[in-house]
């Protein structure tokens, strides 16, 4: 079966732009969750979508971020007015449930110039 | 302010022989602990996992061992090989298997390179 997709694999970007990154997670997995990942750092927590419950959205680092799941299939992840810092590789990871190991896509590299 | 800290950016090791990859932790409510590795260009893939009521879990050539007490858990790689050269992140979360809806809080990760 599949795994985890994104889309697209690499996005450049003029800063004050604003871009919109897809994932789309394995059928069946209720979970799905966004992280991203800046150069020198770990993984950092973005977002949670747990089947049509009200998304938990503490990772967010700004107002200019936001996330939305249809049902329990495909995720946008959109970032208006892009800053330099936002550069970074955007994974999306999903899993069968909270507290289930989760499988991760290959990311989207954005780059803001 | 880091509640997963992998202290090594880099290891490198000889193939054949063990690889120990640390991790520390400062959130005591972290309940469950996973290590993923990450090949360039791909998304990180799960290896193994151990909850805080073991102390040890084994998994062919990989052992996580955790100690609670210490706030501290290693991966152990035994033999290594060249092909587990890559990144390996460690991650925690303060849910298990129905919890909460928290996502994995990751370390830094840890470059591991095997030499032949």
């Known amino acids: 079966g599949a795994g985890v997709s994104q889309s697209p694999s690499n996005k450049v970007t003029e800063k004050g732009k604003d871009v919109e990154l897809r994932c789309d997670p394995i059928?069946?997995?209720?979970?799905l969750y966004w992280y991203r990942q800046r150069l020198g750092q770990g993984l950092e927590f973005l977002i949670y979508?747990?089947?049509?419950?009200?998304?938990?959205k503490s990772g967010l680092p700004s107002d200019r971020f936001s996330a939305e799941r249809t049902g329990e299939s495909v995720s946008t992840l959109t970032i208006q007015r892009t800053q330099q810092e936002d550069s970074a590789v955007y994974l999306c990871?999903?899993?069968f449930g909270p507290g289930w190991e989760q499988y991760f896509g290959p990311g989207t590299r954005l780059t803001v110039t | 302010d880091q509640q997963v800290k992998q202290n090594s950016p880099s290891l490198s090791v000889q193939e054949g022989r063990i690889s120990i990859l640390n991790c520390d932790y400062t959130?005591?409510?972290?309940?469950?602990f996973l290590w993923y590795k990450k090949y360039p260009a791909e998304g990180p893939t799960f290896l193994i996992s151990?909850?805080?009521?073991?102390d040890k879990n084994e998994d062919g050539r990989f052992t996580v061992f955790l100690n609670k007490s210490a706030k501290h858990l290693s991966l152990h790689i035994v033999p290594s090989q060249p092909g587990d050269s890559a990144v390996y992140f460690c991650?925690?979360?303060?849910?298990?298997?129905?919890?909460?809806?928290?996502?994995?809080?990751f370390g830094k990760g840890t470059h591991l390179i095997i030499q032949p």
């Open positions: 990871a999903s899993s």
């Open positions: 059928s069946g997995h209720t979970a």
């Open positions: 979508f747990q089947g049509n419950s009200a998304p938990d």
């Open positions: 959130n005591s409510m972290f309940d469950y």
């Open positions: 151990i909850s805080s009521i073991k």
């Open positions: 991650a925690a979360t303060p849910t298990y298997s129905g919890g909460g809806a928290d996502g994995l809080t």
